[in-house]
Structures are given as structure tokens and as C-alpha cells.
């Protein structure tokens, strides 16, 4: 099955891009964690982990954007390939609809977060030192948001038309940009973590300009220039109920996220910051295996407009062999040299004793997650989203929340505990759903 050429050069074709795309997103997280731990204390740290959390949970909270336009474009590229009937309009159209989303979002955020941050930092258990500067740092990246919604929406109609290549192009001018700019404020100017916040807003502006001039070249939006088709009610209606789905389930994920640094804070500052140095390497073990869950999206996806079950189903099962392999290396790699990492990333000890001490959690993250990152693009793809909303909703009510309440007693492990058999259930309980989704999509 694994020696299938065609459709595993498909599979690498799509996901070597977008796994460069994801190493660089957490090596931006490692590169604060790095400066910060070297050139500031240990307040800064922390502030930085609270801040990118709440700004995670508000720019990830409209990662529908990216993802409900991967999937539109996709299985239409599909219908259109089955009938041969080539249709640039339709792609434009669902470009534009998207680019007004995020445009109206930004309007919404932009007002909104004023108001809120001070309330949000508080939430997360801020102590008195480290929620002023949290609330700086909030202030300051909230700026970029049109800039980040904006590219979003391009990714997504660049994933779907499978040219990852562009999306990889738009990753990494942000991320270089911004760990450039890390080291200039941070190291040299010693700005911390406000300097953080700067290098990351000037950084999303540049790639969003490259992302609209990747969109001008390509005369995306040339046959989509009708703006009463851009505004028709069953298409926006159709748009609406998909990226309700998506955005629900998202918050939910980064609310399961919020919550672990929230009740790690609660434990201290130290806790908090080794927390924040083994979710990067979570993250980092993630965003790779995300690269199979991209090509899941783009080629299930084309497989669903196609309608045909048998080949997303060998697309799916290519791309699971691929996450796991990807998984096993990962875990293996932290079980072997773990601590010497943590000790790269950070010259605090007291923090970096702390995090060595719950190493074995990390160990477990990517063979827990596997299955949620392979089934999330297979099901993003085919546009089956409410039942990843509702595998959410299970997990946290049912897994996530009450095993960390029954082992509250074991303080960071019950944390971790919680986090790990949440990761899990979600890729279970998809995978249970799985072969409902290919009878579905075969009727």
C-alpha cells in the first residue's frame, strides 16, 4: 500500500510544503522561548505564554477561514474534474465570499478586544507581576489581525487548488521576518516580550502582502468580479453552516488549550513555564504531522466532489501510514534526547528541572494525537465538520474536564493526564465515525 507512486507523490507533493510551513509556526514559538529564556527572566516567559495563548485561542478561533475555503475549493476542484466542465467563477467567487468574512472579523476583533483583554488575562490566573505585561503584549498583536485573516483565507484557495508551494512561501516570509525581528528586539534591544509582540505584527503584515500580490498575479478574483454572486444567499448560507461547524470546534480545542495554561498558572510561574516549553515541542511534533493532514484536506476533499469513496479512502489511509511514522519518530526522539533539548531552549533551571519532570507526558503527545490530526483533514476535506464539532464536545465533557477534576490530586501530571486522553478520544472517536462518512459519500 505504502509503495503506491501515484498517489504518495500526490500526498508528498502537498505535504513537504506545508510540514516546512508548520516547522517554521512552532520554531517561531521555540525562538521566543529561546530569547526570552536567555535574555529576560522568567516573568517575561511567562507573560509570553499567556499572551500567545489568548492570541492563539482568537486567531485560531478563525482558522475556519482557512479551513472551510481549503475545503469549498477542493470539492469543487473535484465536481469540476468529474463533469470536465472548468469553471474559474466558481472559485472566485468562493475566494471573494472568504476575503469579506475576514474582513468583517477583523472589524469585529478590532472593537472587541480592547474591551476584553484586561478581563481574558485575569482568567488565565495571571499573577500581579506578569498580567500587565500579557495585557502590552495582547494590545500590541491585535493590530495584525486583518493582516492574519486576510492571509487565511488565501491559504486556504491555495491548499485546495493543491499550489502549497505559494502557501509555503507566505508561511515563511512571516516567520523569518519574525525571528529576525525577535532577535533585533529582544536580544539586542532588549525589549522583551513587547518586542516580541512588535517583530510578530510587523512580520503578518509583510506576508500578507505577499499573499494578495500571490493573488493579483494569479488573477484569482478575475472571473469572480459579479458582487451579487458574491453575496447569494445559498452560497453565503452554505459558507455560514460549514464554518460554524469548523470555528465551534476550534474554540473548543484551544479552550481545552487555555484551560491547561490557565490551571498550570495556577501551580506558579515556574510550572507555567515549563508547560510552555513542552507545548512547544507538542506543537512542533503536531504542526509536522499536519503537513498529511493538508494533503488529507486537498485530496479527500477532491476525492468528495468527485464522489468517490474508494479513492479518499486510499488517500486517507496513505496519509494515516505517513502520521504515524511521523508520530513514532517524534516520540521517540523526546523519550531520547528530551532533556537535552529543554535545555537548549532555556538557561533556567529551576524552570527547565520542572519541565524535565513531566518529559514522559510530551513522550505521549503525538502517538495520542495522531489519529485527531489524520481525520481532521479528512474530514475538513469532505466538508463532514459537524461531526468533528461534536467528537469535541464529547471529548471535553466527557474525557478532558472529568479526568482532570478525579486527578486534581496529582496537580501537573492530572493536568497533563487530561490533556493527553482528550487528544486521544478525539482520533477515536472519529475513527468509529470514519466508515459512516465513506457510506455517505457513497450515496
Not at 470539492?75 to 469540476?80: E, F, H, L, V, W
Not at 468529474?82 to 467567487?93: D, S, V, Y
Not at 528530551?338 to 532555556?346: D, K, N, W
Request: glycine share 6%; hydrophobic share 55%; with cysteine.
Amino acid at each position: 500500500m505504502i509503495f503506491n507512486q501515484v498517489e504518495n507523490k500526490k500526498i508528498w507533493s502537498i505535504a513537504w510544503p506545508m510540514m516546512l510551513c508548520s516547522l517554521t509556526t512552532p520554531l517561531l514559538g521555540l525562538t521566543d522561548t529561546f530569547l526570552l529564556g536567555h535574555f529576560s527572566s522568567g516573568e517575561h516567559l511567562s507573560a509570553v505564554a499567556i499572551s500567545v495563548s489568548v492570541i492563539s485561542m482568537l486567531y485560531w478561533g478563525f482558522g475556519f477561514l482557512r479551513m472551510g475555503t481549503t475545503s469549498l475549493i477542493a470539492r469543487d476542484r473535484g465536481q469540476q474534474l468529474k463533469t470536465g466542465r472548468i469553471k474559474p467563477e466558481a472559485a472566485a467567487n468562493i475566494l471573494g465570499r472568504g476575503l469579506l468574512l475576514a474582513l468583517f472579523c477583523s472589524v469585529l476583533v478590532l472593537l472587541l478586544t480592547p474591551f476584553s483583554a484586561t478581563l481574558i488575562v485575569e482568567a488565565m490566573n495571571a499573577s500581579t507581576t506578569i498580567a500587565p505585561l500579557s495585557i502590552d503584549f495582547i494590545q500590541i498583536r491585535i493590530y495584525s489581525v486583518p493582516a492574519v485573516l486576510i492571509s487565511y483565507v488565501i491559504s486556504g484557495w491555495l491548499i485546495g487548488s493543491q499550489n502549497t508551494r505559494a502557501a509555503l512561501a507566505i508561511v515563511i516570509t512571516a516567520n523569518v521576518i519574525n525571528i529576525g525581528l525577535d532577535y533585533v528586539f529582544i536580544a539586542e534591544l532588549k525589549m522583551h516580550s513587547r518586542g516580541a509582540a512588535i517583530a510578530s505584527v510587523i512580520a503578518e503584515y509583510a506576508s500578507a502582502a505577499l499573499a494578495i500580490g500571490i493573488l493579483i498575479k494569479a488573477k484569482a478574483l478575475d472571473r469572480g468580479l459579479l458582487w451579487r454572486q458574491w453575496f447569494k444567499l445559498s452560497a453565503c448560507k452554505a459558507l455560514l453552516k460549514l464554518n460554524y461547524h469548523i470555528f465551534i470546534r476550534t474554540l473548543l480545542i484551544l479552550f481545552s488549550l487555555n484551560f491547561f495554561t490557565a490551571q498550570g498558572a495556577r501551580l506558579g510561574d515556574n510550572v507555567l513555564a515549563a508547560n510552555a516549553i513542552l507545548l512547544q515541542l507538542a506543537l512542533l511534533s503536531a504542526y509536522v504531522m499536519d503537513g498529511f493532514s493538508f494533503a488529507a484536506e486537498a485530496l479527500c476533499g477532491e476525492s468528495a466532489g468527485r464522489q468517490d469513496p474508494r479513492q479518499l479512502n486510499r488517500y486517507a489511509l496513505y496519509c494515516g501510514v505517513w502520521v504515524l511514522i511521523t508520530a513514532l519518530v517524534f516520540s521517540c526522539s523526546y523519550a531520547l534526547a528530551g532533556e537535552l533539548i529543554i535545555h537548549t531552549l532555556s538557561a533556567i533551571n529551576s524552570i527547565n528541572s520542572i519541565a524535565i519532570n513531566y518529559l514522559p507526558w510530551l513522550v505521549l503527545m503525538p502517538i495520542a494525537g495522531m489519529a485527531a490530526y489524520l481525520f481532521d483533514g479528512v474530514y475538513i476535506g469532505c466538508g463532514s465538520v459537524k461531526a468533528m464539532h461534536l467528537s469535541v464536545w464529547l471529548g471535553l465533557l466527557m474525557v478532558y474536564l472529568p479526568v482532570w477534576w478525579l486527578s486534581q490530586a496529582w496537580h501537573n501530571h492530572g493536568l497533563w493526564l487530561a490533556l493527553v486522553c482528550f487528544t486521544g478520544f478525539r482520533g477515536l472517536s472519529l475513527a468509529l465515525y470514519y466508515p459512516r462518512l465513506l457510506t455517505k459519500l457513497s450515496t
